[in-house]
């Protein structure tokens, strides 16, 4: 199971200083969009210039925006490697499966903690990738919703292809719940930015994975 840095940021100082504390770890990065409407917080994030910023750096984007439709291709031309995007927040997926045509395999959809995965039920064949969210969109360091990991269970059921994550309150006592419900990837904000070594803290959570 892949553990992704998140990258929860207000300026492009801040920005920079987190991608310094979290690229000795070389893992791809989780850059969350917030604007402010969507979700109650709004975040720094420029898709002209990641590149700049961290050269090389392989990230994928989570859109906490309303009405992402022309964000999602903006962000897809900028190289996330995946654009996720929140069923929520949008009733047009159709506009952004056709937006992204080829490159479908690099969208995802987030639900929220009080949406069903059945929500999910007329457009889980056209994304390739899920991401569930275990707190409420908006900020990092809140507590973990265990009934994220049923939910990962349900998803897998329905999907066995699909590639599915978690977002929100992960932490050692945790991890291993997401990986044996059938987790690919986790999402780890707080928990690697926040501490002094964050290669120590990957260690400590690929152990909680017994691995
Ligand atoms: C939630 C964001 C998460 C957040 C997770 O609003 O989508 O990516 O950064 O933060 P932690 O891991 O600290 O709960
Ligand atoms: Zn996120």
Redesign the pocket.
């Known amino acids: 199971m892949d553990i992704q840095p998140?990258?929860?940021v207000h300026s492009e100082d801040e920005f920079r200083q987190k991608i310094a504390h979290v690229r000795e770890l070389g893992l791809p990065v989780?850059i969350?969009v917030?604007d402010g409407v969507f979700?109650n917080?709004t975040t720094w994030a420029d898709p002209g210039l990641i590149h700049e910023l961290a050269p090389g750096l392989e990230f994928e984007v989570?859109l906490?925006i309303a009405n992402p439709e022309h964000a999602v291709p903006i962000w897809i031309a900028a190289g996330a490697k995946r654009v996720i995007y929140h069923k929520e927040s949008t009733e047009r997926d159709r506009l952004i499966f056709e937006a992204v045509a080829d490159e479908a395999k690099r969208l995802g959809i987030?639900i929220n903690p009080e949406t069903p995965v059945s929500a999910l039920e007329p457009i889980i064949d056209q994304v390739a990738m899920a991401?569930v969210?275990?707190?409420?969109?908006?900020?990092?360091?809140?507590a973990?919703q265990p009934a994220a990991v049923e939910k990962v269970a349900e998803l897998k059921k329905r999907k066995p292809s699909l590639v599915v994550g978690v977002?929100?309150?992960?932490?050692p006592e945790n991890i291993k719940s997401l990986k044996d419900a059938g987790a690919d990837m986790v999402?780890?904000?707080?928990?690697?930015?926040?501490t002094s070594d964050p290669s120590l803290t990957i260690q400590v959570l690929k152990q909680a994975l017994g691995e």
């Open positions: 998140g990258i929860l989780h969350d917030m979700v917080n989570h906490m987030a991401l969210m275990s707190v409420t969109p908006g900020a990092s360091g809140q973990f977002d929100g309150g992960v932490r999402v780890a904000t707080s928990a690697l930015t926040e």
